[in-house]
């Protein structure tokens, strides 16, 4: 059910022996709880953490040569040449590199779980072009082995995203990437939410293959629009019943609507646009339809072709999370130039990020970056890595409206840490510790910091 | 026969020509020959009419010489198991050619092989310079013939078809596995029959002409033809490895994400296992000991390793390749176990001419700046039968039409 009055018997209550809305003394004013399903995320216990003589990577274009970083109280807490303080533990990290931890912007884990059996396919609610009311959240099985790998790979936050069949598919989940027996001992507390939309092939073929709309790219277009409008008036009902029951009044709650509720909080901006969207001329159509509408166009999502609109997308803000190489398997993503990343972040005001899609790369998201950065130096680029780690953190944070708590190394924020064996951007790179909120959460060569699922457990 | 080169007459029209006629030597080049001779430094490598003639001769007279300044040079790598030259855009029907519903044992894609595919220049920018083409089939447990081809990008690119067959035991998504070896093991018993019968009649002129189907199953109970056969399970390659035993066929492995439980059965049966190095997640009940040592664990364990891409990386992104190569060596492969795996250990395995270096071999050659499963490496040089080819893509093109700067809208950068 979608629609539901949560006050329906005061409602029915009030019409009777009221009568009118206006009069009498006011009911207990409707409001809409925007966190039912709170995070009950706790890091773990953590002392402090010295770590010494690394060459680290900030996330915000520096690089320094042997530095030593304190992890105190789960915050990042200095940072600097030979600091004279006492941790619990000190790790010699000469030779190793350590960045901040990294953050995938697009994933399906725990919706799209391994084993990929009939019983877990959870990532799609695949019965309606507009499915604003589902929460990729409600579907995420923690005990999907992929977060393990993940981890193991330097991941500390991600987005889980649903599906791209609907044009709107609904909301999307940040988590922390800590084991948990529940998604809400997962959830990073504080993100906001985003709103996961869908441009061009994908949503026309599955609709327009069933003969509903949208069958053709002008019926997506036409869909978005009629649910902003839609949403629009939603918003506006709730603005006028708060406005009233503020002056005294005792005015009738709008009908409440789960699926109007997510579109309102994009509106409202406090839910981010996540927008799967291949094409240079659909992408600046979602912009302008968001002017339209009046809320962000947010981050686009795969985007093939950002580099043909990289100077629209900076201008307006847009983050675009892509991947190095992927190609050809649609004809939205045949014009794939593995240098797109590089050529969006040139942009003054970019937010190129790098992304995964994918229970495998999401493994190696420093890897993915190292292949966009030497492929674009050899066409005439000059990245460094400090350039290159920003579109797995600091960028990526920043899409996920998150980069005042984690993302870069620096004083105060979120102690998510890696330390790298090596030059992270070397193919024999392997993260060798990871730290979120200071606690450690992996290490490569003690088993004690090695999480196994309850799928995997006893199967080997 | 059944193994054989469509191109001879072209190949031979080739040969004569002026253009191979030229001597090409490289000199003072890291040689990684994959042979017994292992890595020579400082090594000269000549080529004339295609082929590699010499390694380090006393005395060189070439028309043409390039320092390779201490880089590197490798075989040319090999990709496997794709559909190259199938598939221009997956989603594209009228671009797919790799499966078809009545595919069956004698499915024979090589026909619809496209070497002007834009996939086919991409692919180079990995270094790979041969591909065993494989066809995913149709309702048959019996996907086709895989076939051989170079990505010179030329019409007669097509090198070897017929190369092998390739059978799906995995797990079935409807009714059970158990059907696949009852369907598997009486079509070859079938054909056995056939043979025994023809041999006691002694009366040739009276049997009739064999079908395509019949000329497979011949070559592949001969052991003339490998049959690559996907598996995963540890019990279902035990199962594999009894059908090999029991009809003596020449089996390669592909997939075995569970090969590590039962490497000495493997290594025992002297069977070469295709697997991904980057396969490491629990995604059926039958792979749940995928894993990134496997490479190494299985190399260890004295089993010939091929590596493949993984699924997304595909036809599309074969050039990653060498990049899976480094994450089998930084996860416990042996550095020379991965470059076979990706050159020699397929040429052999398939019987292709390429992914060695020595006096003899067909010139497929590349020359890195510097470790050719790095990141920072490039790919300075690529020579395919001989020949220098070019690294550009249509990707190229589009990258630098978006930029440079002009006065003029960008359909006018070409």
């Known amino acids: 059910m979608q629609k539901f009055k949560p006050t329906a018997i005061v409602l ?38 010295l770590i010494t003589n690394a060459t680290v990577l900030t996330g915000t274009g520096e690089r320094l040569e042997e530095t030593d970083i304190l992890l105190k109280e789960g915050k990042i807490s200095q940072v600097g040449k030979d600091l004279s303080v006492q941790a619990d533990v000190t790790i010699d990290a000469q030779g190793k590199w350590v960045t901040p931890g990294i953050i995938d912007v697009h994933s399906h884990l725990g919706a799209y779980p391994n084993p990929s059996v009939e019983s877990h396919a959870d990532g799609n609610e695949m019965t309606k072009p507009n499915t604003a009311q589902v929460w990729v959240e409600h579907s995420v099985w923690p005990q999907d082995p992929g977060f393990n790998r993940a981890r193991e790979g330097g991941i500390t936050t991600l987005q889980i995203l649903p599906g791209s069949a609907n044009l709107f598919g609904g909301r999307s989940v940040t988590l922390k990437n800590v084991p948990s027996p529940t998604m809400q001992g997962m959830k990073f507390p504080d993100a906001p939410y985003g709103l996961k939309m869908a441009c061009g092939e994908n949503p026309k073929r599955v609709y327009g293959g069933k003969g509903v709309a949208p069958y053709t790219r002008m019926g997506n277009m036409a869909g978005y ?70 809320y962000h166009s947010g981050t686009f999502h795969h985007g093939i072709e950002a580099y043909k609109v990289a100077d629209l997308l900076a201008e307006n803000g847009n983050c675009a999370a892509l991947w190095p190489d992927w190609w050809g398997f649609k004809m939205e993503a ?15 005001n970019s937010c190129a990020v790098v992304h995964s899609d994918s229970d495998t790369t999401i493994q190696r998201l420093n890897h993915e970056a190292a292949k966009i950065m030497n492929t674009a130096n050899q066409a005439g680029f000059s990245l460094k890595e400090q350039d290159a780690i920003k579109w797995i953190t600091y960028n990526a944070a920043k899409s996920l409206g998150i980069e005042d708590k984690t993302g870069s190394v620096k004083l105060g924020k979120q102690a998510d840490i890696v330390i790298w064996d090596r030059n992270p951007f070397s193919v024999y790179s392997k993260a060798e510790t990871v730290y979120i909120d200071g606690a450690k959460v992996y290490d490569r060569f003690d088993e004690k910091y090695q999480a196994v699922s309850d799928f995997m457990l006893g199967q080997r | 026969m059944n193994n054989f080169k469509v191109s001879l007459l072209t190949g031979a029209l080739l040969a004569s020509s002026a253009a191979f006629a030229q001597i090409t030597a490289i000199t003072n080049a890291k040689v990684h020959t994959l042979t017994d001779a292992g890595t020579l430094e400082g090594a000269t490598v000549v080529i004339e009419n295609g082929t590699i003639t010499a390694i380090n001769p ?148 009276a049997t009739k002409k064999p079908t395509q189907e019949e000329l497979v199953l011949t070559a592949v109970l001969k052991g003339d033809m490998p049959v690559v056969v996907e598996v995963e399970r540890a019990s279902d390659i035990l199962e594999v490895l009894k059908v090999k035993a029991q009809f003596g066929l020449n089996l390669v492995l592909w997939g075995v994400n569970d090969a590590v439980l039962v490497k000495e059965h493997i290594a025992k ?129 589009l990258r630098e039409r978006y930029t440079t700067d002009s006065d003029m809208p960008r359909a006018y950068t070409k």
């Not at chain 1, 509106?267 to 002017?291: F, P, Q, T, V």
């Not at chain 2, 013939?145 to 090198?159: H, K, Q, T």
């Not at chain 2, 749940?288 to 036809?315: I, T």
């Open chain 1, 334 to 348: 045949y014009d794939m130039v593995p240098e797109n990343v590089a050529i969006v972040d040139a942009v003054k």
């Open chain 1, 12 to 49: 029915a209550l009030s019409t009777v022996l009221l009568g009118c809305q206006d009069k009498g003394p006011q009911k207990e004013k409707v409001t809409i709880e925007k966190n039912p399903y709170p995070s009950t995320y706790q890091p773990h216990s953590a002392g402090s953490t």
């Open chain 1, 225 to 294: 629009r009629a649910a902003w409008a839609e949403a629009t008036e939603y918003k506006q009902a709730w603005e006028q019943y708060n406005a009233a029951y503020a002056a005294g009044l005792n005015p009738d709650a709008p009908e409440r609507d789960i699926r109007l509720d997510t579109l309102r909080g994009v509106l409202d901006g406090e839910i981010l646009i996540h927008n799967h969207c291949y094409k240079a001329e659909e992408m600046a159509m979602m912009i302008d339809l968001s002017k339209e509408f009046n």
């Open chain 2, 269 to 397: 049966a002297n069977v070469p296992v295709v697997i991904s190095a980057v396969s490491n997640l629990p995604t059926s009940f039958s792979s749940l000991h995928a894993d990134l040592s496997n490479a190494g664990e299985l190399e260890r364990a004295g089993v010939k390793v091929l590596l493949s891409g993984f699924a997304f990386e595909g036809a599309h992104n074969l050039y990653q390749l060498r990049f899976d190569a480094g994450i089998a060596v930084a996860h416990g492969m042996s550095y020379d176990g991965a470059l076979k795996a990706v050159s020699s250990n397929i040429a052999e395995v398939f019987g292709l001419d390429g992914g060695k270096i020595a006096s003899g071999q067909r010139a497929d050659l590349v020359l890195w700046s510097a470790d050719p499963f790095e990141y920072s490496t490039t790919l300075d040089k690529l020579w395919i039968n001989g020949e220098e080819v070019s690294t550009k893509s249509r990707h190229d093109k």
């Open chain 2, 58 to 205: 006393a005395n060189v007279a070439a028309d043409v010489t390039i320092d390779a300044k201490g880089r590197v040079l490798t075989p040319g790598f090999i990709g496997s198991m794709n559909q190259l030259g199938l598939v221009e855009v997956s989603a594209v029907a009228g671009s797919r050619d790799a499966g078809d519903d009545k595919a069956d044992v004698d499915f024979d894609a090589s026909p619809a092989f496209n070497p002007r595919s834009s996939l086919i220049p991409y692919g180079r920018k990995g270094g790979i310079t041969q591909n065993l083409v494989v066809p995913h089939g149709g309702k048959s447990i019996f996907e086709g013939l895989a076939f051989v081809v170079d990505l010179s990008g030329e019409f007669n690119s097509v090198l070897k078809t017929r190369t092998a067959l390739v059978v799906d035991m995995d797990a079935s998504g409807s009714g059970s596995r158990a059907m696949k070896y009852k369907t598997l093991t009486e079509k070859l018993e079938g054909q056995q029959q056939k043979l025994s019968e023809k041999d006691k009649k002694d009366d040739k002129k």
